[in-house]
């Protein structure tokens, strides 16, 4: 091998190898790692870069801190997860190094190690090992309750979790895009590429998914195979161009198909710019895809095992095809002196493909009796040492591996070979995860010792490895045949995927006490699962839960079949009567970002803002939200806060008059020679005795009794209604009335339509507001005798057409002009200009609040709870004692809501008139009796009044308009108040100045 | 995420365009207000919430604003027909209704104690 | 004050003063339309398309223009009529003049329109729709009632590379910013 740089200034790295690999050394770029400088190629993973100068400590374990290298080459990796940053936002924690490519400036750190990668403290863990078992946590901090909260849990916390979550908000931008095709296909290997040819030639839309940057899948690493004559690689990447040209075709590489859900719905994560240099502002940083897929196409691969053996986690303990990839992809060696361990043949390739590039090769140790006598014959004639029937049963090195320890099996003589890396394999796993998220069935092929796809949940089908093909002609026939349509493809290969070994190989045995990773993410060990069988769980969903077995970010990519069998051996039972824990979304993990995508910032949610919005703005309205809606809350003059703000508009309204946006209600526009007998039946009210030209308060209950909303009603015209709704109620109340009339009463000729939007609604209130829209209104006498209150009529308002009411939520001469939406901040505007100079002022949502508080009307939703019957209200003369049928009628006479002492909604005075009660404050008779106290009802609504130089405020309390007069307490943290029943009107009980 | 086909539009969309609306063929008493205690637990409280085989209403509520009926496998998720509101219970070709698991608390809580 | 009355109300639009262009999509507010909210029976509809002398269309997911106005099959009940010429069209005359039994509401200032233009203004209404948009699915006329984002759109589309998004007031921010994100994503 080569081992000296590149050029004169460019140290690629010691390990990389000239000549070797598919990167183009003239282009490089600069990372830090730990703080250390080092150069890479373009198409370098972090992996592959830090191995090519020789780093292969890059990690501590989760549990006992053992130091951890670089374990495989792809999205499965357990042990490479690292810090990589751009800047400080531009940070993410947690990232696989082998999937990251490197970027120019990238600075890249280790993580769960303090003070250093190379020292770090808490490997005191490995030490206190034998304490730590599967289940320490559940069995050692149990008790007492209160040491979870003060003691535990921060220390746990703090000693547990990999990477730190950056502080700084993402400034990156993500994307979403839904998309539609004839055929996904997840996975551009040999048999992905082919199906993709062979679906493409039917004209079908075809989406090509791989998470690697190029197409090619095995074809990276596994040089034997050649398609239609050619390397396999090269095949892959002309026919990839190929595809790419045709219309029909999309190929997404950087792309991980994650989850398959129900009717052929697929996301997919697009990594769009974390591998390059210098992202455009406007790039997205990745880019999620919601598919709908009517046939999907899983070309998923597999998914190599290590060997589970003593102390098999060292740095330098790589996966044979993670080496050969390093070396046939990436151009660089992980070892100078490199031992195999393994049960499969495949393992001889990445030794052969070593050998060649000139690595020695200590020693194939070989724990099978007889391997292939193709790969037995070529290692022969590469001189190398092959040990059938041996196992490593140790390995040594503390941040990197030293030797290895080889014996033959049921033979206690050992060899100690020294090497500096050691590759392993116990053979493939078909990744079997997507067919297994689809609900596909699958079943355990005692032969072959995997699980297969067997009964598929949709229309879905899965070709080559992750199928269990393995011959290359029948895989190219399969992916064929998947593809629908036709293909002249023709492969050659020598690679198997079948064989190998599942469970704890020699010297792993139930026997010893010796450290043999099955889980290198979560350091879960084979001892760890013996434990767990011992400890009575049997189930393989047990014994996951109990030692975390699979349970890491990888989801027990290498580990779940290992632990399986492993616990199958202790269970005495065969696997697949153990079962297979669920494989579930995501595939491999998603970023938040990605997942979130466009919904952020003025994304996150819509705000509803009024026609006259950004006038309130400007007069200095504080907003809140009322749903999606931001209303108008106050309107504090200079030096003013919410409360004295409130005091002055509540007095003003009363004294002069106010102006409120009540656009935000909702409309119903009910139309129909019907509509009256319809609002009969949704209504609590008798509809058909209004006549056109006046309005009504109604109520709307349930079928079950409860107050479900309420609103004013507007007859327009024998057959035209005008509905109002509260804010919040608009949507459900139409969805309600829609299903009654579409379902129950479709008989009815009536018509529903949303015109909430239609109308910009301003409401002038108080003594003044028939002078201040006088001038403004035009074919109409709204003078008090021929437009009294609770009139409606359709006039001209500034010329424009307009429906006004004469109603009132503050107890006051009222009016609610309705002006079509584009119109309404110029009538907002000319009203407002002439109530300012008479004295009036704007008012918001929360002096609407205590003026209706003031009059004892409620607020469906505050005084009202959804299991409060218009009687408890104190609104039973709402309901029509004569109508036969109305949504309601019978839930109402259930005997539960005709008893006595009821909670009934009534008025509260506190002994000292300067208390506010709280909202939500609870209510008790005797104030001294013993915990827990009788509870008699609760405080809905409280509010200091202005107008009645008091606080007021209203409650449900049971049997409450039995207590008037009667005193209760409202036990606060500090003290305890004493409050007076009473009923709910606290202003103008009379109730004349309304008809002013 | 859910592919629905919506019988008035007549095709499938999207389970974002659509919602939920509880058991079909639930239909409201004709002379609601005579009906007894029990007869109005019936009606509006009780559901059978059966595991396979069932039928529920859905809205368009997103689309055409129109409610209509489908049959479900709560099992696989399947949708096995939808048609219009207003038509009776359809048998779904091949599927039988009479198997019925009623998991009742008796039969699964009462046997752990 | 008689000449406070006088002065006839000015008009502000949602979206007054927006417009967003990104490479392969414009985003543009439309000019103000009358819209109606039609609804009637199957009986009916002969009589309405003569009194609208537009043909309302009774497949489901297709529109009907004549002149300057459009007609969309919402539901099959259901319509949203658009007239696009200037001033108020008289819509809601012509429903009455049919002297058939039908809903008409005057929802001109409920709703709002975007255009969205361009090579890619599929793919910046797919940042939130969930409608497969190929021409094979949705052609030029096609149109419905669906969803983008968080808020719900009518989507009209009059040319291979043209789209009328019909929102309500209140969302037509929302929607306005979510096409544009959509349109800087478009060119993929």
Not at chain 1, 136 to 164: C, D, H, M, N, S
């Amino acid at each position: 091998m080569s081992g000296s740089s590149h050029g004169s200034t460019k140290n690629l790295g010691a390990f990389r190898i000239k000549g070797v690999g598919r990167l183009t050394p003239a282009r490089t770029s600069r990372f830090s790692f730990d703080g250390k400088s080092y150069t890479a190629i373009e198409g370098d993973t972090v992996a592959s870069a830090l191995l090519a100068h020789g780093v292969h400590l890059v990690g501590r374990s989760f549990k006992y801190h053992r130091p951890r290298g670089v374990l495989s080459a792809g999205p499965e990796e357990p042990n490479a997860l690292l810090d990589v940053a751009r800047d400080s936002a531009r940070r993410q924690p947690n990232v696989r190094a082998t999937v990251q490519e490197v970027f120019d400036g990238a600075k890249i750190a280790s993580q769960n190690r303090w003070p250093s990668l190379a020292f770090d403290v808490g490997s005191v863990n490995n030490l206190l090992s034998p304490f730590f078992p599967a289940g320490f946590y559940y069995k050692t901090f149990k008790w007492p309750q209160e040491a979870w909260e003060k003691v535990y849990e921060p220390i746990i916390r703090r000693a547990a979790g990999l990477g730190v979550a950056p502080k700084e908000e993402d400034p990156d931008r993500y994307a979403n895009r839904f998309a539609h095709c004839d055929v996904l296909i997840a996975g551009a290997g040999l048999a992905g590429l082919t199906a993709a040819l062979s679906a493409a030639a039917t004209g079908a839309e075809v989406i090509l998914v791989d998470e690697q940057p190029e197409v090619g899948g095995a074809l990276h690493f596994d040089t034997s195979t050649t398609v239609d004559g050619k390397n396999g690689f090269e095949w892959a990447q002309e026919t990839a161009a190929k595809l790419a040209a045709m219309p029909n075709v999309r190929i997404l590489t950087r792309t991980t198909v994650f989850g398959y859900y129900n009717h052929g719905f697929l996301g997919l994560a697009e990594r769009v710019s974390d591998h390059l240099n210098r992202p455009g502002r406007e790039t997205p940083r990745e880019r999620l895809w919601q598919v709908r897929a009517k046939r999907v196409v899983l070309a998923a691969g597999a998914i190599e095992r290590h060997m589970v053996f003593p102390n098999n986690d060292r740095p330098g303990i790589l996966l044979a095809s993670a080496a050969r990839t390093f070396l046939n992809h990436y151009g660089v060696a992980v070892g100078r002196n490199v031992g195999v361990y393994t049960a499969h043949d495949s393992a001889y390739e990445a030794a052969f493909d070593l050998k060649r590039a000139g690595v020695s090769i200590a020693a194939i140790v070989d724990c099978r009796e007889r391997p292939g006598e193709a790969v037995l014959a070529e290692a022969r004639a590469l001189g190398i040492n092959v040990l059938t029937g041996h196992s490593v049963t140790d390995t040594s090195g503390r941040l990197r591996i030293k030797s290895m320890t080889v014996a033959r099996n049921g033979n206690m003589d050992i060899r100690k070979m020294p090497i500096d890396a050691l590759i392993v394999s116990a053979g493939w796993t078909p990744s079997v995860h997507l067919f297994s998220q689809s609900r596909g069935k699958l079943r355990w092929d005692e032969a072959s010792q995997r699980f297969l796809p067997d009964i598929y949940a949709q229309d879905c089908v899965s070709v080559g490895a992750c199928n269990g093909t393995d011959e290359a002609s029948s895989l190219v026939h399969e992916a064929i045949a998947a593809g629908g349509g036709a293909a002249s493809v023709s492969a050659e290969s020598r690679f198997g995927w079948s064989g190998g070994m599942i469970g704890a190989a020699e010297g792993a045995g139930p026997d010893t006490r010796v450290k043999a990773f099955v889980d290198f993410q979560h350091d879960v060990t084979a001892k760890d699962i013996r434990l767990a069988v011992r400890e009575g769980m049997h189930s393989i969903e047990h014994i996951k839960r109990f030692t975390t077995n699979g349970m890491a970010s990888d989801q027990g990519k290498l580990s779940n079949m290992h632990g399986l069998a492993i616990a199958a051996e202790m269970l005495d039972r065969p696997i697949p009567q153990v079962g297979l824990t669920t494989f579930r979304a995501p595939y491999t993990p998603v970023t938040y970002g990605t997942l979130v995508a466009h919904s952020r910032g003025e994304l996150f949610d819509p705000a509803r803002k009024t026609p006259m919005h950004d006038l309130e703005a400007a007069e200095g309205a504080e907003f809140e939200d009322v749903g999606n809606w931001k209303r108008a809350w106050y309107f504090p003059k200079r030096g003013e806060n919410l409360s004295s703000a409130v005091n002055r508009e509540c007095r003003t309204v009363r004294d002069v008059a106010g102006v409120f946006d009540a656009s935000t209600l909702g409309k119903i526009e009910v139309v129909g020679p019907d509509a009256a007998q319809f609002l009969n039946l949704l209504y609590t009210n008798a509809w058909d005795t209004l006549k056109p030209g006046k309005c009504r308060y109604g109520i709307m209950t349930r079928e079950d009794g409860f107050v479900y909303d309420d609103g004013v009603v507007g007859r327009l015209a024998e057959d035209r209604f005008h509905v109002t709704t509260t804010t919040g109620g608009a949507p459900r109340v139409l969805h309600h009335m829609e299903d009654y009339l579409q379902t129950e009463f479709p008989h009815l000729k009536v018509w529903l339509t949303s015109t909430t939007e239609q109308w910009a609604v301003i409401a002038v209130q108080g003594p003044k507001a028939r002078e201040i829209i006088q001038p403004f209104v035009d074919g109409l006498d709204i003078s008090r005798e021929a437009f009294p209150h609770m009139s409606v009529a359709e006039c001209t308002v500034m010329g424009v057409p307009a429906r006004l009411f004469r109603m009132s939520f503050t107890g006051e001469l009222g009016f609610e002009v309705n002006v079509p939406a584009d119109y309404g901040s110029a009538v907002w505007m000319a009203i407002w200009e002439r109530a300012k100079g008479m004295g009036a002022c704007l008012y918001g949502t929360e002096t609407m609040h205590v003026l209706r508080a003031e009059k004892g009307y409620i607020i469906v939703g505050q005084d009202t709870d959804g299991t409060v019957t218009p009687e408890d209200a104190g609104l039973g003369w709402a309901v029509s004692k004569k109508k036969t049928d109305f949504v309601g009628i019978r839930g109402l006479k259930r005997p539960d809501l005709v008893r006595d002492g009821r909670k009934q909604l009534v008025g509260l005075l506190t002994n000292r008139p300067s208390d506010v009660l709280e909202e939500g404050a609870q209510i008790v008779g005797d104030p001294n009796q013993p915990k827990p106290m009788t509870m008699l009802g609760h405080v809905t609504s409280a509010y200091w009044s202005e107008n009645c130089g008091r606080s007021i405020a209203m409650a449900l309390v049971a049997g409450g308009r039995s207590r008037i007069g009667q005193t209760l307490y409202v036990p606060m943290k500090d003290r305890t108040i004493a409050v007076e029943v009473t009923d709910t009107g606290f202003f103008d009980k009379e109730g004349g100045r309304i008809h002013g | 995420m859910l592919l629905i086909h919506c019988p008035y539009c007549e095709e499938d969309r999207s389970e974002l365009e659509f919602r939920w609306a509880g058991e079909a063929h639930i239909a409201r008493p004709d002379a609601i207000a005579d009906i007894t205690d029990e007869e109005f637990a019936e009606y509006f409280f009780l559901r059978n919430n059966e595991k396979g085989l069932t039928y529920e209403r859905w809205r368009h509520i997103h689309g055409c604003g129109r409610f209509f009926n489908a049959a479900r496998d709560t099992v696989s998720d399947r949708f096995l027909m939808t048609y219009k509101a207003g038509l009776p219970k359809q048998p779904v070709p091949g599927v039988s209704a009479t198997e019925k698991t009623v998991e009742t608390y008796e039969q699964t809580e009462g046997d752990a104690r | 004050m008689a000449e406070v009355s006088s002065s006839k109300a000015a008009r502000t639009l949602a979206l007054s003063g927006i417009r967003g262009r990104a490479a392969s999509v414009s985003i543009i507010p439309a000019a103000p339309a009358e819209r109606v909210s039609l609804r009637a029976r199957p009986e009916d509809v002969t009589a309405l398309s003569s009194a609208l002398e537009l043909e309302l269309p009774t497949k489901p997911k297709t529109s009907a223009t004549n002149n300057m106005r459009t007609a969309l099959w919402l539901g099959p009940d259901e319509w949203l009529v658009i007239g696009d010429g200037e001033g108020e069209s008289g819509l809601m005359a012509a429903c009455a003049a049919s002297g058939v039994l039908c809903s008409a509401v005057d929802v001109s200032h409920r709703n709002t329109a975007i255009w969205v233009e361009g090579a890619g203004a599929a793919a910046a209404i797919n940042a939130g729709c969930p409608l497969d948009l190929s021409l094979k699915a949705f052609p030029v006329g096609a149109c419905t009632r669906t969803i983008f984002g968080k808020v719900e759109i009518v989507l009209l589309r009059t040319g291979e590379e043209s789209f009328r998004v019909e929102v309500w007031r209140s969302f037509s921010d929302y929607a306005y910013a979510l096409l544009a994100e959509g349109a800087l994503d478009a060119t993929f």
